[in-house]
Nanobody, 122 residues
Framework: VQLQASGGGLVQAGGSLRLSCAASGFTFSSYTMGWFRQAPGKEREFVAA????????YYQNSVKGRFTVSRDNDKNTVYLQMNSLKPEDTAVYYC????????????????WGQGTQVTVSS
């Protein structure tokens, strides 16, 4: 199983980035996909979740209206479009796969990807 995240980088406040996470080794199209992040000195936190068929999404309050999660099941890839970025969005971002959609959009990862660094300068 592999979850390969990419697309991170350095961006100025107000800018945009699009993260990608390419999956292999499991039935991607049947899994809920989630994004998490971990800032320096802080615990890893949930960012967004997307059900297997894209019918359901859930976001952390601080990113609602700015971030959009999407997926392409033909490409086994999940995306996180991040707009209006703020310095407090600076973190390592991780994608994760959960076997099912859970109430309230909670994600309990079965698989984790490696992280990609996002740095937002003020």
């Amino acid at each position: 199983v592999q979850l390969q995240a990419s697309g991170g980088g350095l961006v100025q406040a107000g800018g945009s980035l699009r993260l990608s996470c390419a999956a292999s080794g499991f039935t991607f199209s049947s899994y809920t996909m989630g994004w998490f992040r971990q800032a320096p000195g802080k615990e890893r936190e949930f960012v967004a979740a997307l059900s297997w068929n894209s019918d359901n999404t859930y976001y952390q309050n601080s990113v609602k209206g700015r971030f959009t999660v999407s997926r392409d099941n033909d490409k086994n890839t999940v995306y996180l479009q991040m707009n209006s970025l703020k310095p407090e969005d600076t973190a390592v971002y991780y994608c994760a796969a959960d076997r099912r959609w859970r109430p309230g959009g909670t994600v309990v990862p079965t698989f984790w990807g490696q992280g990609t660094q996002v740095t937002v300068s003020s």
